[in-house]
């Protein structure tokens, strides 16, 4: 049964800094995997989705990397501003039913 | 301005009252999705629906039905079988299977 990890839950870091975000799942048998921000009680918003295939995408700030080998996605922002506080989530669909496998999400704080 | 919209965005019910939450799409997806979020836990898929007539159960469906009668339109009834329905519900939209989900801003149900 696939499973997706997002570690740390929390994590508060100083403006300017980069960071990564971790997101790790079981079942290498992916379809894609994709990136999503959540703003306190609102909807969440697609911010970058890789293909299987693929290794890596990049929006602006954001670089997401996928290796299917170790299980492992990464969401790199660049030097983070306060806007960017939000909770991200990963997500894994499945290869045999387009399912989407959730992470819990971590909760990211840029302090200023 | 194309999009999904749900409605209401805040909802309460009584015991043993069925609630019915709308999410509507211009985007002229063909598939719809039904999620409900609890804190600190990933997405769960309620039901799902990849074409007009027909939708599926998804992980956790019992005490909710839903009907999809025109594309652009995809309602969630929580029924009194549901036992513990207070959570925020979200409704996205895809291409079809696969493919990036968009996501609306969410309705979120309060039990009295």
């Known amino acids: 049964k696939q499973e997706v990890t997002q570690i740390p839950a929390a994590l508060s870091v100083p403006e300017g800094e980069n960071l990564v975000l971790n997101c790790s799942f079981t079942?290498?048998?992916?379809?894609?995997l994709q990136w999503f921000r959540q703003d306190p009680g609102k909807g969440l918003t697609s911010l970058l989705l890789?293909?299987?295939s693929q290794r890596e995408q990049t929006s602006g700030r954001l670089n997401a990397s996928l290796d299917k080998s170790s299980g492992r996605s990464t969401l790199y922002i660049a030097a983070s501003q306060p806007g960017d506080s939000a909770t991200y989530l990963c997500a894994a669909t499945m290869d045999s039913n387009y399912q989407l496998i959730w992470g819990a999400g971590t909760k990211l704080i840029i302090k200023p | 301005d194309g999009g999904i919209t749900q409605s209401p965005k805040y909802l309460f019910r009584k015991e043993g009252q069925n609630v019915t939450l709308s999410c509507e799409q211009n985007l002229n997806h063909d598939a719809m999705y039904w999620y409900r979020q609890d804190p600190g836990q990933g997405l769960r898929l309620i039901y799902y629906s990849q074409i007009v007539n027909d939708f599926q159960k998804g992980d956790i469906a019992e005490g909710y039905s839903v009907s999809r009668e025109k594309k652009e339109s995809f309602p969630l009834t929580v029924t009194s079988a549901q036992k513990n329905p207070t959570a925020f519900y979200l409704c996205a939209s895809s291409l079809g299977d696969g493919n990036e989900q968009f996501f609306g801003p969410g309705t979120r149900l309060t039990v009295l």
């Open positions: 890789i293909q299987s």
């Open positions: 079942d290498s048998a992916i379809y894609n």
